[in-house]
């Protein structure tokens, strides 16, 4: 095994070690590896981990004054929600988590509009700082950072399917909703996103329809026993609450966006 896969190993491991962190950022400058290009995919692919972002942070601190804002910011967050875990989410148990709550509102405040995304959200946005989230929110659509990256956005589906390859290429996104869509309950305490069967004329049952591009995630991922749902129809994707139909649609869509992006340049 090599120095260099050893350390990226070590680095998923031990995220807040700042000498093992230094060793590798080393190691990548040795390889000719110590850019964006290698550094953001690695926080992609491993969405639960602080230690690629903490690492980007390390070389986005050797830029300029906006970039190093941003490590700020990738830094704060991420200590933050280690806090908070580490308290297990009670803000007075950990004597970090008021200052770094603070912290993170001033850098939110700081970087203000450029973490928004003019291709995506239109028109002016407000940075609402919540605890470890920052909220980014436009007339069409919101982004949740966390841990010093988009981690949840709220967007109509057009939005979404017109931004998901440049968004999932961007941030380790983890959860999606679609604003325009809402399950519909049916006979049996069952809940379904496509009622188009019953009505496809009506504008409610339109609004509520899954586009064909989701389909094939959705069916995949969400069957109870496991086994394929390939070919369900949309009439068939039953849920047994709202709650598992919005989570099922969430998984489906951030399905979709990672495949968009698996083919598209990051920068």
């Known amino acids: 095994m090599s120095v260099l896969f050893q350390l990226l190993a070590a680095?998923?491991?031990r995220p807040f070690d700042d000498t093992l962190r230094g060793d590798l950022s080393d190691e990548l400058t040795a390889a000719g590896n110590w850019d964006w290009t290698f550094l953001l995919p690695f926080v992609l692919a491993h969405p639960d981990s602080d230690g690629p972002r903490l690492l980007i942070a390390d070389w986005l601190a050797e830029g300029g004054p906006a970039e190093v804002t941003r490590a700020a910011f990738?830094?704060?967050?991420?200590r933050l929600s280690r806090a908070l875990d580490v308290c297990g989410g009670g803000a007075g148990a950990d004597p970090q988590v008021g200052p770094l709550t603070e912290e993170v509102g001033r850098l939110a405040a700081r970087l203000g509009e450029r973490l928004g995304d003019p291709a995506v959200l239109t028109g002016p946005v407000t940075v609402v700082p919540g605890g470890e989230c920052v909220t980014v929110r436009?007339?069409?659509g919101e982004f949740d950072y966390l841990r010093g990256f988009v981690a949840r956005v709220r967007l109509p589906t057009g939005a979404f399917l017109a931004s998901a390859a440049g968004l999932f290429a961007r941030h380790p996104i983890t959860t999606v909703r679609l604003t325009d869509k809402t399950p519909m309950p049916v006979l049996g305490g069952a809940w379904w996103w496509a009622?188009?069967?019953l009505a496809p004329s009506e504008p409610a049952c339109l609004a509520r329809y899954v586009p064909p591009e989701l389909y094939q995630a959705l069916t995949g991922a969400i069957a109870p026993d496991g086994q394929?749902?390939?070919?369900?129809?949309?009439?068939?994707?039953t849920f047994p609450t709202a709650a598992a139909a919005v989570s099922a649609l969430s998984s489906a869509c951030v399905t979709y966006g990672r495949a968009m992006a698996a083919d598209r340049p990051a920068f």
């Open 11 to 13: 680095v998923l491991d």
């Open 195 to 197: 009622d188009s069967c």
């Open 228 to 237: 394929s749902r390939q070919g369900v129809s949309p009439a068939d994707l």
């Open 74 to 78: 990738i830094r704060a967050q991420s």
């Open 138 to 140: 436009a007339a069409d």
